[in-house]
């Protein structure tokens, strides 16, 4: 074995992959059961239907490389994902675009008129200068808007006061003053044809590659654990960073999610993928219906899957899903990087391993990155 790969989320995954085309033989570790990290989907036995089994993921980038790289292990369809707001018993389009405006004002104002309203609405903050989430939203959608759409649905999701959150966490949602109610804004988006499961195996197809799974690194009792292996040979690890030096510097705050999962007799629940929940009335915040990622697909139409997602901080075994992320996290985050410097033979990558929220493609273009600029340096 040349490299040991910790973790087979689309970071590790693509690491190995790399490593494995360039002749490097790796081993490629996971806890779980199956690989792919989070992105990993299989099909529900009664209804067939293909389950994102850690909720909805769906691909899109503007980078052609990535493109280029994902291409070679599958194709992808044409969906384009589309997302809803239920408030008050009144559904709505997001992301916020002129429909959710006029439909929330009860008007029929064209684009220019609708900047008007929504500017003299936002002029309480400055966007550019906004101190945290409810600033920068307050900025850019103005407050009536902002308290419908997005203070309580944050709060579920959260479970931190919008003051406290940073500011970057709204700026990934669009604000469009025309009809255009695609959520993503990249060039390329799609699902993978034959599912993501499919797709991610595919990734790990390669003679140089061995996989392991129901592996823990940090077991001491089977081979490759952390103890044994740190100073033997190049790793690249793609757990939580805390865990890795047994949480010296304290926990770092995660978020996970409870799926609570049901199957109906009806062929569709409710006429759209994902329908999200804006008062803090409903308890989830979301609920998904897999049947409509694949419109193309001839599922049965007498049963349907949904899932609905509730949104909490991670305690002890629970899976880690999002970083928190408030200004203490950040401070201990720096202290756990020191850290890392001091371990030169462990690369530290993906979402687990760097603290961040990274969408798919942002943890394969980072995994591309890593290979080419560091880990084929050992090796060179
Ligand atoms: P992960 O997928 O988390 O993989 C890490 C792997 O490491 C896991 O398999 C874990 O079991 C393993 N591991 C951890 N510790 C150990 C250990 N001690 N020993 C062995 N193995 C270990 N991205 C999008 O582009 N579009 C979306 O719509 C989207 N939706 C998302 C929805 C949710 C709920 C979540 C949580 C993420 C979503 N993402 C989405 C992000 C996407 O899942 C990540 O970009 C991707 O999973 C990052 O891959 P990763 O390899 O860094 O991490
Ligand atoms: N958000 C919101 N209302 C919504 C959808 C999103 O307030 O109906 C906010 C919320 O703070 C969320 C952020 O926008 O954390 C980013 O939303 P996104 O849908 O990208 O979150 P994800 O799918 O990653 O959970």
Request: glycine share 6%.
């Amino acid at each position: 074995m040349d490299l040991l790969v910790v973790g087979s989320g689309l970071f590790g995954l693509t690491l190995a992959e790399r490593a494995a085309v360039s002749g490097r033989k790796v081993v490629l570790i996971d806890r779980r059961d199956h690989i792919g990290g989070n992105a990993y989907s299989s099909s529900d036995p009664e209804t067939g239907i293909e389950i994102h089994r850690y909720g909805s993921h769906l691909f899109h980038t503007s980078n052609a490389s990535v493109w280029d790289y994902v291409n070679k292990f599958t194709s992808f369809t044409d969906y384009e994902h589309r997302v809803f707001s239920t408030f008050r018993g009144e559904v709505f389009p997001l992301p916020i675009n002129l429909g959710t405006i006029n439909q929330f004002f009860r008007s029929s104002m064209g684009p220019g008129e609708a900047r008007k309203l929504i500017a003299s609405q936002a002029k309480e903050f400055e966007s550019g200068t906004a101190r945290n989430l409810e600033e920068r939203a307050i900025s850019l959608i103005g407050r009536p808007l902002y308290e419908a759409f997005i203070r309580d649905y944050t709060a579920k999701q959260w479970q931190t006061s919008p003051e406290e959150l940073p500011a970057e966490i709204i700026s990934r949602l669009p604000v469009r003053y025309n009809y255009d109610n695609r959520y993503f804004n990249d060039t390329f988006e799609g699902l993978p044809t034959d599912g993501y499961g499919a797709w991610l195996e595919r990734m790990a197809d390669h003679k140089n590659i061995e996989v392991r799974l129901g592996v823990d690194f940090f077991d001491e009792d089977q081979p490759l654990n952390r103890k044994a292996v740190e100073e033997a040979l190049p790793i690249v690890y793609t757990g939580p960073l805390d865990r890795y030096f047994d949480y010296a510097e304290g926990r770092l705050s995660w978020r996970t999610l409870d799926f609570e999962s049901e199957v109906l007799d009806v062929g569709d629940f409710q006429g759209t993928s994902v329908m999200n929940y804006a008062d803090m009335a409903v308890p989830y915040t979301r609920i998904h219906e897999f049947r409509h990622f694949h419109p193309e697909r001839d599922y049965q139409r007498e049963k349907t899957f949904i899932t609905r997602e509730y949104s909490r901080f991670a305690e002890g075994v629970d899976e880690p899903y999002y970083p928190v992320n408030t200004a203490h996290d950040r401070e201990r985050l720096l202290k756990y990087r020191e850290l890392a410097n001091s371990v030169p033979s462990v690369f530290f990558g993906g979402r687990l391993g760097t603290y961040q929220y990274l969408d798919m493609h942002m943890a394969i273009a980072s995994a591309l990155s890593l290979w080419t600029n560091k880990v084929s340096e050992v090796f060179a």
